[in-house]
């Protein structure tokens, strides 16, 4: 196991592999875990990072820091920490908006972008619906995220999978709650068009927490962006459909290898 202190919290990641850095970056209270299968696929040709951010996994669960921006600052510390030349950020559902940070934030120091089933400004705006969220997972934690967790994967996903996330979700510190606020008010729309990495969206077909409507508008404003979308998967299309992601993923990665860096 390898820990690096970063803004005084100690963050747990996995290292494996040699070659273009990777940094792979899970979603809302899961942890580095979700990338398994791209990590046991990617390594054998690039170094594969999986970071368990703040609260999540075996990352330590200070008492603040939970927004968007905070983790952010982590991400960009943890680059820096590791001397990691230009990294690709891939990031899963909230972690798409932490990618889209750290290129505004640092475009000299990030190689490219992955939003994967990235709400980005999808939760803006719904601060009824983030309530009700809260309220129910104060109420009750456990029968609150096990009624929520099946729809972020396809009809017919495993149950044990989806009991494995559930579980890391129980396992995250309450703390990351902080996160359901932010995002209902995050909508960095208007400066999307100052993104000047490469970036390329991968979203699954069969989302329902985030319309495939979400990717296509932000791809559309930043420039050069693309999008593939992954046939047969839910929102955890990298666990829903690890094959298919992972040779969507592939070609992405050779997409922003040899892509220009967008025009100040």
Not at 49 to 75: E, F, K, V
Not at 239 to 247: K, P, T, V
């Amino acid at each position: 196991m390898a820990y690096a202190t970063v803004n005084g919290t100690t963050l747990h990641y996995q290292d494996l592999g040699s070659g273009r850095p990777l940094v792979f970056l899970h979603g809302w209270g899961t942890s580095g875990r979700v990338w398994d299968a791209q990590a046991a696929d990617l390594m054998a040709d690039h170094r594969v990072i999986t970071l368990d951010w703040r609260g999540c996994g075996r990352s330590d669960r200070p008492a603040t820091g939970y927004s968007i921006d905070g983790i952010t600052r982590d991400i960009l510390g943890f680059v820096d920490a590791l001397e990691l030349d230009r990294p690709v950020l891939i990031g899963s559902s909230i972690a798409g908006a932490f990618t889209v940070e750290a290129a505004l934030a640092a475009p000299d120091r990030i190689g490219a972008i992955i939003p994967v089933d990235a709400g980005i400004h999808h939760f803006s705006g719904m601060r009824e619906a983030m309530d009700k969220l809260l309220a129910d997972l104060r109420a009750d934690r456990a029968g609150t995220l096990a009624d929520f967790v099946p729809h972020w994967y396809r009809p017919g996903a495993s149950a044990a999978m989806i009991d494995w996330t559930v579980r890391q979700l129980l396992d995250a510190t309450f703390l990351i709650d902080q996160l359901v606020v932010d995002q209902a008010d995050y909508d960095p729309r208007p400066r999307l068009g100052r993104v000047r990495v490469p970036t390329h969206f991968l979203h699954g077909e069969l989302d329902t927490e985030v319309p495939l409507s979400v990717p296509r508008e932000c791809a559309g404003l930043i420039p050069g962006a693309r999008l593939t979308v992954i046939e047969g998967a839910g929102h955890m299309s990298q666990q829903d459909r690890a094959e298919r992601f992972n040779q969507a993923l592939r070609a992405a990665l050779r997409l922003t290898a040899s892509a220009p860096a967008p025009a100040a």
